[in-house]
């Protein structure tokens, strides 16, 4: 692997930086060349996934360029390490004929764009520029958002399940921009999160009781859909209230339904309970929330998110109750 890769962080203070992870000395030769007409750029090569990943977590480039084909580790799998390690750092995949479904896949997995290598000696150094453009500034706005402190929001929702996923995508954002999470704890934050709205939505506002699951979900879902335009279910809203410190997250889910009497709530851990459609849904809010408690009437309830020990390296890291 050639020379030094970066200072701390990607591309902070210094030329931008290009790791090259490619197995073939002929093609990093080509590249290489390629990448020389641009004149403003510093070039680093690896010679498989895991050299290319050792150095990233060493020193964060600007952009990693992959080939997909490689020993140890294809380029699949170093965009998708790459994005769950350092999601500040983009990753564009080069890729052969006839690879079109590894491109769609690779954009799946967290890839900022493809180059089809035919296309390498036209297309490279334009789409470097567009990614390192959409990268230099999504890294100001990192370093911006460092400086926050605070971050409260409020949300009133209608009974529509469709919107509880943009709500909870926002919310893991939020946790992983506060520093509170990575992302494999903000994807869990996010999953107790989902659970409480949709009990909010369905046992809450539309008064949908989980027995009607107990042989599959067809008479659940279609009861739902009949209370959401009949009264008094159909004027109900699902207020929540979203506070976020550099120690920790608190969500407050309240539903205009009657309540449930909270003393009723079964042990989620206990094996019966666990075969109910609810238990999965109540066990894994208690587990992956750090605190969950309800009022005493039972229709609001309070989650709660202590900050995460960091993990990964560098700035492109970040850091790290019961259902009705």
Same mark, same amino acid.
């Given at each position: ?69 490689? #020993? ?175 120690? +920790? ?7 205009? +339904? #009657? ?61 790290? +109750?019961?259902?009705?």
């Amino acid at each position: 692997m050639a020379g030094p890769i970066a200072q701390n962080t990607p591309a902070a203070h210094e030329l931008p930086v290009i790791l090259v992870a490619d197995d073939s000395l002929l093609e990093q030769k080509y590249v290489g060349r390629i990448l020389a007409q641009q004149g403003g750029w510093r070039v680093a090569f690896a010679r498989n996934g895991e050299e290319a990943l050792e150095a990233v977590a060493k020193a964060p480039p600007s952009v990693v360029l992959t080939d997909m084909n490689m #020993p140890k580790m294809d380029g699949l799998t170093l965009v998708e390490k790459v994005r769950e390690n350092f999601p500040l750092v983009p990753v564009v995949l080069m890729t052969g004929s006839g690879s079109e479904r590894v491109a769609v896949a690779a954009l799946k997995a967290g890839a900022a764009d493809y180059v089809p290598k035919q296309a390498l000696a036209h297309d490279l150094i334009p789409v470097l520029e567009r990614v390192l453009s959409v990268g230099q500034a999504e890294y100001r706005r990192y370093r911006v958002l460092q400086g926050m402190t605070r971050r409260s929001s409020q949300f009133v929702l209608e009974n529509d399940p469709a919107l509880v996923p943009p709500l909870v995508a926002q919310f893991r954002e939020d946790l992983i921009e506060m520093g509170l999470c990575d992302l494999t704890g903000a994807t869990r934050a996010g999953i107790a999160l989902e659970e409480a709205l949709l009990n909010a939505v369905y046992h809450g506002n539309l008064e949908v009781s989980s027995d009607l699951r107990q042989n599959g979900d067809e008479a659940f879902h279609q009861l739902a859909r009949e209370r959401r335009s009949l009264e008094p279910y159909a004027a109900r809203r699902v207020r929540v209230t979203a506070r976020l410190t550099t120690t +920790g997250a608190t969500f407050v889910i309240a539903d205009e +339904g #009657p309540g449930f009497d909270v003393s009723k709530i079964p042990d989620p851990t206990d094996p019966e309970f666990l075969e109910r459609p609810s238990g999965r849904g109540v066990l894994l809010m208690r587990t992956f929330m750090d605190e969950i408690s309800y009022n005493d009437r039972g229709n609001v309830v309070t989650l709660t998110r202590r900050l995460a020990p960091a993990s990964g390296a560098g700035p492109a890291a970040f850091r790290e +109750g019961p259902a009705r």
